[in-house]
């Protein structure tokens, strides 16, 4: 009846039938379980192109979210995590940083979610201040509405994700400044916790500014390209090119493409597969690794231009913080 091998399924798992709208994402809800641990369990099958009818095999074990300062709570019809947040008398971005795993929008009764204890109202950063999230509210109409800019805002919310805004969840709105400062404090998040670091303001020749962490040089490469590299490791590097606002997006996939297919095999990193928020916005999201080295090629709209960022990342050990301090410096980038 089905095309697809039914494969033995290893201790621990049992066997299930793909069927019309499963997705990695789903099933690990459905079955408490993880997307890494459903990879994992078969490594013959890709997460994107699941076939109906396909056979693999669903972990036994159900885990739940790490709750070390908590309590869990078991997911009943009509929850809402706004709901639910308030009943315990914690704040939405709490409750969603508490479940990292799970779709605010898709709740499933029977899920299991981890309550942290109370903490304090957010507090926004010097030159911000809150601002709670109404219905239909966006980061554009936020931006319009503040004289501001999309990317200013996004960055002044390091941990929030701008296409999954919530309805009482607190943001913070950068006030309007006429002048840049010569150096400033920027997020930079290193294993989940985030870190302010003083950066200097730098401006290119091709049209935008940029704030450089120390550690760090930014220079003309080239006509239309900058270099932005590690002064402790000088094989870390990220190029910036501000693209033409017409260029063919499909055409610039295909070329990253042949060009990371020279390092491995390419894959298209999406939603929360790409770690920071701020980048899931992106045109595409690249990456290709092989043992000694991995290569991300990035196209994203900032504020109505286009730039491709390509980051040559060894995978060798580095100083804590490199990587992480890239995609803090690539966020700052802005137009005036």
Known sequence: MYPYYRQPC?????????????????????????????ISANPLATPDTLQIGQSICIPRQQIYPACLEGNYYTIRSGD??????????????DLVEANPGINPYMLMVGQVICIPLA???????????????QRGDTFTKLAQQFNTTVSAIVRANPTLNPTAL???????IPRPSQTLPATKNIPVIVEGETEYRQAKLQHSEQGYYIYVLDRFQFTAEEPRRDLLFSTFDD???????????????????????????????????????IFDPFFRNGRFFLHASIPTVSKNIIVMEIDGSLFRFTMHLPNAEAAEGIIPSFYAMMKTIDVR
């Open 80 to 93: 809402t995590l706004y709901g639910i947040a308030r009943t315990y008398n914690i704040s939405l971005a």
């Open 119 to 133: 903490t304090p109202p957010q507090t926004c950063p010097p030159d911000t201040t809150p601002y709670v999230i």
């Open 166 to 172: 919530l309805i009482g969840q607190t943001v913070c």
């Open 235 to 273: 094989r870390f590097f990220v190029r910036i090119e501000r693209l033409p606002n017409n260029a063919n997006i499909e055409d610039l996939r295909e070329n990253a493409l042949t060009e990371l297919r020279l390092i491995g095999t390419p894959h298209e990193m999406k939603g929360e597969e």
């Open 10 to 38: 290893p201790p621990g798992t049992f066997p299930y039938i793909i069927q019309p709208g499963d997705t990695f994402y789903r099933l690990a809800l459905r079955f408490r379980t993880t997307v890494p641990a459903l």
